[in-house]
């Protein structure tokens, strides 16, 4: 019987997913009237009917617990205007909404001003996955902006509405 190959290393995997471009968001939520926050680029929708979206937290994250426990979370697409906004949550800081706009949603959430797209979710499942948790989340609120969204792609940040379309 042939040996099977082994499993890819960390930074070969790091290679394969720097390929594909994925959205920017901050996950944001309340912890005990206190906003917490990450970025996040595990993001993805489920379903529109109903609207159901998921992502994806590292469970060593400081803000995963509170989101562990909390009932409602926002997802904030981030645009072009905020890459100190991305900066700023993909940092460790014991305060990243200081001096941060941002309002409550309409169940609490923070969401982030200035962001392409905002959406306050319920949270419905809790799903371990290896060292994350994938929280599937029903959308109850969600708002749009005219503002391009900013794009991750090959190690670096991309403005999304100006990637040239094939064909």
Request: glycine share 8%; net charge negative.
């Amino acid at each position: 019987m042939p040996t099977l190959p082994a499993t890819p290393d960390t930074d070969l995997m790091k290679q394969v997913n720097r390929r594909f471009v994925t959205g920017v968001t901050v996950v944001t939520a309340l912890d005990d009237g206190t906003p917490k926050g990450l970025a996040v680029n595990a993001f993805a929708s489920i379903s529109l009917e109903p609207p159901t979206v998921m992502v994806c937290v590292q469970r060593s994250s400081s803000t995963h617990d509170c989101l562990f426990r909390t009932g409602h979370m926002a997802i904030n697409i981030l645009s072009t205007a905020q890459l100190d906004v991305v900066r700023r949550f993909a940092a460790k800081s014991d305060d990243k909404f200081s001096g941060l706009d941002w309002t409550h949603g309409p169940h609490g959430s923070p969401l982030i001003a200035r962001s392409a797209a905002q959406m306050e979710t319920e949270i419905r499942e809790r799903l371990q996955a290896s060292t994350h948790t994938v929280f599937i989340c029903r959308v109850v609120h969600a708002a749009v902006a005219d503002d391009a969204p900013m794009v991750y792609s090959a190690g670096g940040f991309v403005d999304g509405g100006a990637l040239p379309p094939l064909g």
